[in-house]
């Protein structure tokens, strides 16, 4: 499957989806006005990466700060992975936050309590 | 700006808001491309620049939420305003403010919507921390969201996230107007 890459911009994040190796990361800050229309394509991709998966996939997010409209997508995202967790296929989210920082500590809890995927938190030295 | 309709003088409004340190400050149209703008300003801030980390973060980030809220939900000003007639016309401004960082803004609503937005404010207000987690998790997990946040999702974050309670006016303007001012303080 094609490997997408964007760059980050001041409002969005360096994502990277990658079929072949059955990695997805999100990194930077996720801030746009209009976060349907970012994530709509990401979301698309993952959808028919289902169809024929690797073994295992993996997701890395290590993001600064999202705003609000980002949170449902990035919820969006999970939910389709979390589809193929439940067809048999191991997925792992790995979820990165700096050092005290309390409210993305908090953000992962919260999709860790909403989604049914295994979970890692890593704390990353400032 | 000499806007004074019903009591309400917007002018006397916003320079009292400008008191303490300001790191920001707008009047006009808001859009995606301004507030590019003000996030740089803000991002470039000396006085945020010497805050923990931590600090800087959250007042960015409810800063972001704040002026994207305003965005998204702001209705066309009454006809005739001095300060600016844009149908996205607002305010927004970040001040150092004694041991506090407040973010205010101003626009304004029909007055069809007071209720819906004192209601929603209200009942933010009286939650205690763990009642505003426990129903941010609720609505994220459950609802569904609009582009613009929706379902009250915003102003919970923003809650959540300073840990105060918001502080609003809501001031007559005209026959249809009303005049919204929130203000939300970072410790």
Known sequence: ?126 | MQDIKMGFNLEEWYAHKLLGEIIYKYTGSISPEMITRALETVEDSPLLSKERLQTRKKVYNVFVECIQNLYHHVDAPPAGLSAGGSPNFGIVCLVHDGSFFRVTTGNFILKSKVNFIKDRIEQLNSLSDEEVRMLYRDILGNETISDKGGGGLGMLDIVRKTGNKLEYFLYPYDGEHIFFSLDVYIS
């Open chain 1, 1 to 126: 499957m094609e490997t997408i890459i964007r760059e980050d911009t001041p409002k969005t994040p360096y994502v990277k989806l990658d079929g072949g190796k059955g990695v997805v990361e999100i990194k930077g800050r996720s801030i746009p006005e209009n976060s349907v229309e970012f994530y709509k394509p990401l979301i698309d991709w993952i959808d028919e990466y289902g169809g024929g998966p690797q073994d295992t996939t993996i997701i890395n997010i290590q993001l600064e700060y999202f705003n609000i409209s980002s949170s449902k997508c990035i919820l969006d995202i999970f939910k389709k992975l979390e589809l193929l967790f439940k067809k048999g296929f191991k997925v792992q989210v790995n979820w990165y936050y700096e050092e005290d920082d309390e409210d993305m500590f908090e953000a992962g809890e919260d999709y860790q309590s909403i989604i049914n995927l295994p979970f890692k938190m890593i704390e990353m030295e400032e």
